[in-house]
C-alpha cells in the first residue's frame, strides 16, 4: 500500500494506491459516478498511462476543495507521487511529462480601488 498528496490550487487528494486490477474510488464513489465527463478520466490516468501501469492498481482517493478540475488535477499529482513510490525509476518519465512538479498557481487576490487583481475603474473625464 502506497500513500501520497496531490495538490493544485485549494484542492488536496489523498491517495491509497494498491496493487489491483485497475479500480479507482474517489470520495467512496465509482471513478464513472464522480466523474461523468471523461476528459476528467484522462488528466486522472496520464500518469498512469505514462508509465504503462493502467490495469495494475486500485486506487482509493479523498479529496476535499476547490472545483472539480482542479480536483482532477490534484488525483493526477497524488498518483504520479504514489508512483515514484512505488518505484524511484519512474520519476524521470514522470517529471518528463510534468507530472511531478506541483502546478502552485492559484488566483490573485482582489486589491483595493480596483475591480479585481488587476482591473481598473472606469476613467472619466468629467
Same mark, same amino acid.
Not at 45 to 49: G, H, K, N, S, T
Not at 69 to 91: F, M, N
Given at each position: 500500500m502506497?500513500?501520497?498528496?496531490?495538490?493544485?490550487?485549494?484542492? +488536496?487528494? =489523498? +491517495? !491509497?494506491?494498491? !496493487?489491483? #486490477?485497475?479500480k479507482i474510488v474517489i470520495n467512496e464513489k465509482p471513478l464513472n459516478e464522480y466523474y461523468q465527463?471523461?476528459?476528467f478520466h484522462r488528466t486522472i490516468?496520464?500518469?498512469?498511462?505514462v508509465v504503462d501501469k493502467l490495469r495494475s492498481y486500485d486506487i482509493n482517493v479523498k479529496v476535499t476543495g $476547490?472545483? !472539480?478540475? $482542479? =480536483?482532477? =488535477?490534484?488525483?493526477?499529482?497524488? !498518483?504520479?507521487?504514489?508512483? +515514484?513510490? +512505488? #518505484?524511484? #525509476?519512474?520519476?524521470?518519465?514522470l517529471r518528463e511529462h510534468g507530472l511531478i512538479t506541483r502546478d502552485d498557481r492559484k488566483k490573485e487576490r482582489a486589491k483595493a480601488g480596483l475591480r479585481g487583481a488587476r482591473k481598473d475603474r472606469q476613467y472619466r473625464k468629467r
Open positions: 502506497y500513500r501520497a498528496t496531490g495538490r493544485r490550487k485549494t484542492a +488536496v487528494a =489523498q +491517495v !491509497i494506491m494498491d !496493487i489491483g #486490477d485497475g465527463n471523461t476528459s490516468f496520464e500518469p498512469l498511462a $476547490s472545483g !472539480i478540475s $482542479s =480536483q482532477a =488535477q490534484a488525483i493526477r499529482h497524488g !498518483i504520479a507521487r504514489a508512483l +515514484v513510490k +512505488v #518505484d524511484g #525509476d519512474l520519476k524521470p518519465k
